[in-house]
Every structure is written in C-alpha cells, then in structure tokens.
C-alpha cells in the first residue's frame, strides 16, 4: 500500500483533481470515495467524470443507488450507497456484473457495501477543513500504485 496527503483549497480545485485522476485512470479501476456529506466527493467524481469525455450533467445518485455513464473513454459507474439498508441490497442492481466489465466505479460511501464491493484500486478519503479539504488517497493496487507515483 502507498498512500500520499494533498490540500484542496475549493470546489473548482476538486473538479480539477478528480479529472487529474481520469487522465491517469486505465478502463478498469475501483475507486472508493469516503468522508462526511459535504465532503467533496461528488465534486471530485464530477469532475472525473466529465475529463473522461461524458458530455450530460453529472448527479450524484443517492436516491438510484448507480448512475452509468458512457464516456468518450469507457463507462464508469458512480454508486452513491449513502441510502443503502444493507450490502445485499447491492445484489438488486447486479453489482457483480460490474466486477468482470471493463469499466471504472465511483463508489461513495463504500463502507455500506462491505462484505460485497470488491478491494479498491484507491481509497480517497476527504476531510472537509474550515479551508478546503484534506485528501488522503491510498493506493491498494498496482494500478493504485502507479496513479499515486504519476500524481
């Protein structure tokens, strides 16, 4: 495991920093996105999202569970499992399906699928600060490797 430490003064700093990720992001990641609401989590997924060539409006998808979005680059799946009740829950949206596709996963709130979600590439942690944002960001692949060590 590897892990690095970086501030994030603002939202446009979080949008800038997530789409930093997808410019180094291969087709198949599992990136985990924890903190407290309000955090910055969806910000940053936005602003992956959005780097990787999608077009629309990106939402966060607390009350579907999943959003897809087919990017000019792959799809990627943003969970939001704030709401979820239980992990087997996950079952009902086809969760394992997205384990053999090629495609990069958001997942906020991770810790609400324990038991089901896979072992992330990268873990991001995001600390909301009077000032910006504390982001912790630990690696748990080699590809979660190899982004730390080109961020």
């Given at each position: 495991?590897?892990?690095?430490?970086?501030?994030?003064?603002?939202?446009?700093?979080?949008?800038?920093?997530?789409?930093?990720?997808a410019?180094?992001?291969?087709?198949?990641?599992?990136i985990y996105l924890q903190g407290d609401l309000g955090a910055g989590k969806s910000t940053l997924a936005r602003g992956f999202i959005q780097a990787r060539g999608y077009q629309g409006p990106v939402k966060s998808?607390?009350?579907?569970?999943?959003?897809?979005?087919?990017?000019?680059?792959?799809?990627?799946?943003h969970l939001d499992l704030y709401r979820l009740s239980h992990p087997e829950e996950l079952?009902?949206?086809?969760?394992r399906e997205f384990f053999s596709t090629d495609a990069i996963c958001l997942v906020e709130w991770p810790d609400k699928g324990a038991g089901l979600l896979p072992e992330p590439d990268l873990r991001i942690h995001i600390d909301h600060l009077a000032q910006g944002r504390d982001v912790s960001i630990d690696a748990l692949s080699d590809s979660g490797i190899?982004?730390?060590n080109r961020l």
């Open positions: 495991m590897k892990t690095t430490h970086m501030h994030i003064p603002d939202d446009k700093a979080m949008r800038a920093f997530g789409a930093r990720l410019a180094l992001s291969p087709a198949r990641l599992w998808p607390t009350y579907t569970l999943v959003e897809p979005y087919q990017a000019t680059e792959g799809i990627i799946y079952e009902f949206i086809g969760i190899d982004i730390i």
